[in-house]
């Protein structure tokens, strides 16, 4: 099993393009998050979802979108990049308290 | 609100010594559950240890060691002879029930940096 797996591993965008990310699951889980790393800081939650076709907001979802269309995809969307969404961004797939976490794409918006 | 303080910004110490990483959460609720993880300079996220609220028994795992005391709502990590690869930053999250979607939320501290020197 590949676990989680995050696509891209790196990006550099420039101010205003857009780009999507992608998460894959093989564990058949419910929920799964994406959650944003800053320096200094721990992981701060932007969207989730519990189920296919289900999201929700998170703790720092302005200017992202996401998608479930699949059980096993969740992709999160920057319409619009700004400065302030350069971060590594982790996505986890989970069981009601337990998740477990792809490897990061750290993302450089110019 | 619920909250995970890990006041330690940055420790440093000589390989072999034990250090002791503290976690002090805050939560209304009864039943929630405690994690540190592991993140190497690789960037990853390493699972180390869950432990839920009504079980309060200390935990050793070789020469990893958690103090788990709610009377301090405190979640404390140490680890016993120190060595170079144990260097990085180690975080201690919470997990709350979300129960308007039975979901869990994961509240993450800011993290540790521990620096082994040789």
């Known amino acids: 099993n590949a676990g989680v797996t995050q696509t891209p591993k790196f990006r550099v965008l420039k101010t205003g393009q857009s780009m999507t990310l992608l998460c894959a699951q093989d564990?058949?889980?419910?929920?799964m998050y994406w959650y944003r790393q800053d320096p200094g800081m721990g992981l701060r939650l932007i969207h989730y979802?519990?189920?296919?076709?289900?999201?929700a907001k998170g703790e720092v979802p302005d200017g992202y979108n996401v998608s479930r269309l699949k059980k096993q995809n969740f992709l999160l969307g920057l319409e619009s990049a700004a400065p302030s969404q350069t971060s590594v961004y982790f996505c986890?797939?989970?069981?009601?308290?337990?998740?477990?976490f792809g490897p990061g794409t750290r993302l450089t918006v110019t | 609100a619920q909250k995970v303080t890990q006041a330690q910004t940055e420790i440093s110490v000589v390989e072999k010594e034990d250090v002791t990483l503290d976690c002090v959460y805050e939560?209304?609720?009864?039943?929630?559950?405690l994690f540190w993880y592991k993140q190497p300079p690789s960037g990853e996220l390493v699972f180390l240890i869950r432990?839920?609220?009504?079980d309060e028994q200390n935990e050793i795992s070789g020469r990893y060691s958690w103090n788990f005391q709610k009377s301090t709502s405190s979640f404390n990590f140490t680890i016993t002879a120190s060595q170079v690869v144990d260097s990085a930053v180690y975080f201690c999250?919470?997990?709350?029930?979300?129960?308007?979607?039975?979901?869990?939320?994961?509240?993450w501290g800011a993290g540790t940096k521990l620096i082994i020197k040789p």
């Open positions: 986890a797939s989970g069981i009601t308290y337990e998740q477990y």
């Open positions: 564990m058949n889980h419910e929920y």
């Open positions: 979802s519990v189920g296919e076709g289900t999201t």
């Open positions: 939560t209304r609720d009864t039943t929630y559950y």
């Open positions: 432990r839920n609220s009504f």
């Open positions: 999250a919470l997990s709350e029930e979300i129960l308007w979607d039975s979901n869990y939320q994961l509240i």
